[in-house]
């Protein structure tokens, strides 16, 4: 089954040809990221016309790149939540119309269950069960995965996610957005001695997560080194430093919890904060010691793709799902623990 996969869900329009018995045939991107940049967020009207704007020209591309035409397409799958109704509808429309043109089955899809599966398109994919952290601009969550569809939550974050907390760190600092790779950056040259942030929850049992307290953390720290004239340079890496190693501390302890709970040894991390080497390097440290094994997405699919939506829709057309063409589904908050088994 040959499926066309297209997320809009955000910030960035992503496409992606998969095929069930060849495996991914193309995928393309067109991030958003300088547009929004400017207003430091994702502002969501933008964000809509924006993927109006690019969608069909990069269905057009992936489709030339894969030497297949429109007709050659068995089903469609669009990301349908969670994210900006705006832009989840620019998907869900396009995908809809499409199918119903060609007679082909659609199939709206859950954004969180593509980041939790993208592994899947890597070489030596992980086996069911596995623990996922899924540590992304929007969600901070430990999953134990015990097939497609069958997902229990394990813990999550209760105020900001791990990845919006790096984004917030990064404006504190005068960064860029997105604020994760910058700070990451920025951290390479700071001394993990001179100053170390709180790890938040982790002094009570549990796998749940907060991350707000480190941003007033983090802004405190700031405003003090400005007050004694000695934000400088050096610093701001200091602070980018002990700011990324609270975080990364704080999900590896989890994780560790995580996998001690459940007695499992494979640990899938996905989402935008996965392609964090600190976090990698120290996660990799950490399974090692316990006999397990980490496993992630290829660093272009650890952030937003098609290639993900590609991958679940097809799992979960193959299984008889679809949607009625003509009803879309644009739906800005879903539980993933709601999801079932095909
Ligand atoms: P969600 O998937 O929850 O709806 P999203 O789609 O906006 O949210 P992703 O695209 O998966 O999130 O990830 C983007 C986030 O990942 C941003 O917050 C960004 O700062 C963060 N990020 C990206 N690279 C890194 C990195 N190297 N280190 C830390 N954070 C990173
Ligand atoms: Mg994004
Ligand atoms: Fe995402």
Redesign the pocket.
């Known amino acids: 089954m040959r499926v066309l996969g297209i997320e809009t ?4 329009t992503g496409v992606a040809l998969f095929d069930s018995k060849r495996g991914l045939l193309a995928d393309a991107l067109y991030s958003q990221i300088a547009m929004h940049a400017e207003y430091g967020g ?1 502002v969501p009207e933008l964000a809509s016309r924006d993927h109006t704007r690019r969608l069909l020209p990069l269905i057009q591309q992936v489709l030339d790149e894969a030497g297949l035409a429109r007709g050659d397409l068995d089903a469609i799958a669009y990301t349908a939540g ?2 900006l109704v705006g832009a989840l509808m620019v998907g869900a429309s396009t995908a809809h119309g499409m199918a119903r043109a060609l007679g082909i089955p659609v199939l709206g899809v859950h ?2 269950e593509g ?1 939790l599966l993208a592994p899947m398109l890597e070489e030596s994919p992980p086996d069911f069960p596995f623990v996922a952290l ?6 901070t969550q430990l999953v134990e995965v015990s097939g497609l569809g069958t997902y229990r939550l394990l813990g999550e974050s209760v105020d900001d ?4 907390a ?2 917030k760190a ?1 404006k504190m600092l005068g960064l860029d ?5 910058h ?2 950056r920025l951290a390479e040259s700071g001394d993990p001695a001179r100053m170390r942030f709180p790890r938040p929850m982790t002094d009570r049992p549990g796998l749940d997560f907060s991350f707000s307290g480190l941003k007033t953390h983090t802004l405190t720290a700031i405003r003090q080194l400005e007050a004694s004239d000695e934000l400088d340079d050096q610093a701001r890496a200091d602070v980018a430093r002990a700011f ?1 190693e609270a ?1 990364v501390d704080t999900l590896v302890i989890k994780c560790r919890r995580a996998l001690d709970q459940t007695g499992l040894k494979r640990l899938v991390v ?10 990698r390097e120290r996660l990799a440290h950490e399974t090692a010691k316990r006999g397990a094994r980490a496993f992630y997405p290829r660093g272009r699919f ?3 793709n098609g290639a993900m939506i590609a991958y679940v829709g097809a799992l979960r057309l193959l299984a008889g799902e679809h949607d009625e063409v003509g009803i879309m589904k644009a739906v800005p908050r879903w539980p993933m623990d709601t999801l079932r088994e095909p």
């Open positions: 869900s955000c910030d960035e994702v969670p994210g954004h969180m980041h899924l540590v992304s601009g929007g969600h996610a791990a990845g919006e790096f984004d990064a957005y997105p604020g994760g790779p700070v990451a990324e975080v996905a989402g935008g904060v996965s392609a964090n080497s600190r976090l650890c952030t937003d």
